[in-house]
C-alpha cells in the first residue's frame, strides 16, 4: 500500500495525485487541469544561505547609504531609506511610514532571516519550524521592494526637472537586494521543509482541537 502522506490534493480541481520524487529542474502538473502543483529546484540549502549572507551583508548600505544626492536652490541634501521613513513620521504620516517599513525593511529582512534559518537548519535544531514556515509565508507577501523602487524612480523623474539629482551606493544596494529577495520568492520551494514537521505534531494539534473531535 502507498504511504497516504505521499498523496496530495490538486489546489485547482481537487484531484488526488501520489507525489513522486523529480529529477532535479522538473515540475509535476495536474493530468486533469494542467495546475502547478510542485517543482524540484536547482537551490540547495547552502545554495539559500548563500544568497541570504549576500541579502544581510547588503544591508547596512541599503538602509544607511543614500539613495539619492539633491542639490536645489544651492542646498545640497540626501536621503536614505531610514531618513525617508523617519521624515513620514515626523510628519505625522503614521500609517504610510508603518506600510513602508513594514514593506521595504521588516518583511523583506524577516524573509532573509526565515530563509536563512530553514536553510542551515538552525529552525528545526530550535523546533521552530512550523512557526518559521508560517512566518516566511507571511513575509513573502509583504516583502515589496520592487514597489518602492518603482515609486523613488518615479519621484526621481518628477525631481530631475527642478533639482540637480545623483544616484547614490544605496540605491544601488537596494536594487541588488531587490533582485536577490526577488530570485528567493521565486525559487525558495517550502514543501521539503513541511514534509520534516513530524506528523506527530498534527494529530496532538487534532486531539486537542475541539472542533475535530466532537
Ligand atoms: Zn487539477
Redesign the pocket.
Given at each position: 500500500m502507498s504511504d497516504p502522506h505521499s498523496v496530495i490534493v490538486?489546489p485547482?480541481?481537487?484531484?488526488l495525485i501520489e507525489r513522486k520524487l523529480l529529477p532535479m529542474r522538473r515540475h509535476a502538473h495536474?493530468?486533469?487541469?494542467?495546475?502547478h502543483l510542485y517543482g524540484r529546484y536547482a537551490f540547495r540549502p547552502s545554495q539559500l544561505m548563500a544568497l541570504t549572507i549576500t541579502g544581510f551583508l547588503l544591508l547596512p548600505s541599503t538602509l544607511f547609504e543614500p539613495l539619492l544626492y539633491l542639490r536645489l536652490a544651492g542646498v545640497n541634501s540626501d536621503a536614505n531609506l531610514l531618513k525617508g521613513i523617519l521624515m513620514l513620521f515626523g510628519e505625522g504620516e503614521l500609517w504610510v511610514a508603518s506600510l513602508v517599513l513594514w514593506c521595504a525593511v521588516l518583511a523583506p529582512v524577516g524573509l532573509l532571516l526565515g530563509i536563512f534559518a530553514l536553510a542551515s537548519g538552525l529552525a528545526k535544531r530550535w523546533h521552530m519550524l512550523a512557526p518559521t514556515l508560517k512566518a516566511v509565508e507571511v513575509f513573502r507577501h509583504w516583502a515589496m521592494l520592487e514597489v518602492y523602487i518603482v515609486s523613488l524612480m518615479v519621484a526621481l523623474f518628477k525631481l530631475i526637472d527642478i533639482a540637480d539629482v545623483r544616484l547614490g551606493g544605496g540605491l544601488l544596494s537596494l536594487g541588488i537586494l531587490m533582485l536577490l529577495n526577488m530570485t528567493l520568492l521565486i525559487l525558495f520551494d517550502p514543501a521539503p521543509y513541511w514534509e520534516r514537521i513530524p506528523l506527530q505534531n498534527a494529530s496532538q494539534e487534532l486531539d486537542h482541537d475541539p472542533d475535530q473531535c466532537p
Open positions: 490538486c485547482a480541481c481537487d484531484l495536474c493530468p486533469r487541469c494542467h495546475q
